[in-house]
């Protein structure tokens, strides 16, 4: 079987993505389980003109920075083509991949959280697990 | 172009350029999920011109681990998961919401990517197809219907780029016919080049200076199809100009010696010498230096027999290549290894790097021929 790698975009550059990544889960409290949707999970600051980020999540704060990717993460999409001909020997519809952006740098929160004291509760809480490393590629 | 906390910014854009001295609130998405047809595939940014042009697609059946290629390059596809919450913001325009959506929201939680790391293709399946059916006569048209391949069945089955699997169809001397790419079988190969020097001869034609058109003609004549007429000329000769071909001493030679083991088995030395000076044609020269990687010398008390062994049907990976050569015999000197690894090619391990991988090298005295044994 052969996917093709479809990318209707031609010439022109492909949508930048972004990435938000932090150690550990973050998890939603029971309440809000089956209501996610449009969910605020935390505030992303930047608080003076260098990539360095905060993000506040419920009771507890991130420190980050933005760092470009050393090789670039293309978004691709899965697409199933319908056939017209239904007597194709087997089954399974072809399937084709869509390029439908591109992410060249992420915001990374690799520290542990610091806890903030008179913050207003949160639906967000976030959960961190033992120090787990961070991948360094 | 001042932009404020809750600009018309949105999606990745905002997560991307949020102004120094400001902060944006980021939700999950309205369509937030896990996203399966979603994939995030690392890629060197030299590959990205590839992708742009559409010339990458990945291969394999279903039971095979799926590789990229791209028209030149094969690349082994390994999914590197993460502990870490990898969130997916993508930008505004995609995945569009009616009402007043949030301004940065997650789409998903990427649980890894897909790396790739170059690898060899592999090419063994193509063999394996090909010599399922094997042309044997020009059979105009009663095909058989199985174990044929056009081009198209070959890039679904073979994890191989597009320049990977054309130059292994030429080492296995495949030709187009009728659609598909087939091995033609040895024997009738045979009877087409004796044809073919059989007419030169007649002819009074130079086999170093052969006229393309009178040759597949001459071969027409005696009910050989145009397409192996050629394909006999692009296996043992060589185009000098124009339409005019050379044929290639050392692979006619080589040819002849292949025939002759095949019908005799292991011979010794000097009857297998004799037939094969009295088989090729005149003004070609036979040496035994021609059949390095196709034959193999066993002394047997004072006897030196020999036997057909040839590199192209030994596995194109190194691993199975070195167990299958010390199947055959357990030392290799390396006048005699060297020829049969000297194709292999893995991406980022030098020949010296295989042999210190897949073999043990002695050496009696500093001055004695190195043997390799089996590590």
């Known amino acids: ?137 | 172009m001042e932009k404020t906390e809750f600009g018309c910014t949105k999606g990745a854009e905002a997560v991307l350029n949020v102004p120094p001295k400001s902060s944006i609130p980021i939700s999950y998405h309205p369509f937030f999920g896990p996203h399966d047809d979603l994939l995030l595939l690392e890629l060197d940014e030299k590959l990205l011109p590839d992708v742009i042009n559409q010339r990458v697609s990945f291969r394999g059946e279903s039971n095979e681990d799926a590789v990229l290629c791209t028209k030149s390059k094969t690349y082994a596809v390994k999914f590197v998961g993460t502990s870490n919450s990898v969130f997916l913001v993508p930008p505004s325009d995609q995945f569009e919401v009616d009402g007043n959506p949030p301004i940065a929201s997650v789409i998903k939680v990427a649980p890894g990517t897909m790396e790739l790391v170059e690898v060899a293709p592999k090419i063994d399946k193509l063999r394996t197809l090909l010599l399922e059916n094997l042309y044997r006569y020009d059979e105009d048209d009663q095909m058989h219907d199985s174990g044929l391949y056009q081009w198209n069945d070959l890039t679904d089955r073979v994890q191989a780029s597009d320049e990977e699997l054309k130059s292994a169809l030429r080492v296995l001397s495949a030709v187009e016919i009728n659609g598909y790419w087939r091995i033609v079988d040895d024997k009738y190969m045979d009877q087409v080049l004796k044809m073919l020097i059989n007419n030169s001869i007649l002819n009074d034609w130079s086999l170093s200076s052969l006229d393309e058109n009178k040759v597949v003609e001459s071969l027409v004549n005696e009910g050989y199809s145009r397409v192996i007429a050629h394909h006999c000329l692009e296996v043992y000769g060589s185009k000098t100009n124009g339409s005019v071909w050379e044929l290639d001493k050392k692979r006619v030679c080589v040819h002849f010696a292949r025939v002759i083991l095949l019908d005799n088995g292991k011979m010794k030395m000097e009857s297998f010498m004799e037939e094969w000076i009295s088989k090729v044609p005149g003004g070609m020269v036979a040496s035994l230096d021609m059949l390095e990687g196709e034959i193999l010398v066993e002394k047997l008390g004072i006897q030196s027999w020999v036997y057909a062994f040839s590199v192209f049907s030994l596995p194109s990976d190194p691993a199975n290549r070195f167990s299958r050569l010390f199947q055959e015999r357990a030392k290799w000197e390396w006048k005699d290894l060297h020829s049969y690894i000297r194709d292999l090619s893995v991406p980022g391990l030098t020949s010296d790097g295989l042999l210190l991988k897949y073999t043990r090298r002695t050496q009696p005295t500093a001055d004695a021929e190195p043997v390799f044994t089996a590590r």
């Open chain 1, 1 to 137: 079987m052969e996917i093709k790698l479809k990318c209707s975009c031609g010439e022109s550059s492909w949508p930048e993505w972004a990435i938000i990544e932090l150690q550990g889960v973050v998890e939603v409290q029971p309440a809000f389980q089956d209501r996610m949707q449009n969910l605020q999970i935390g505030l992303l600051c930047r608080p003076s003109s260098q990539e360095t980020y905060t993000f506040t999540v419920g009771y507890h704060e991130l420190s980050g920075s933005k760092i470009p990717l050393k090789k670039p993460l293309l978004v691709l999409k899965k697409k199933m083509i319908k056939s017209d001909m239904e007597i194709d020997q087997n089954d399974s519809s072809r399937v084709e991949l869509e390029v439908v952006g591109i992410i060249r740098q992420r915001i990374l929160f690799k520290t542990r959280p610091k806890a903030l004291i008179s913050e207003p509760q949160s639906a967000v809480k976030e959960k961190v697990r033992a120090p787990c490393p961070v991948v360094e590629k």
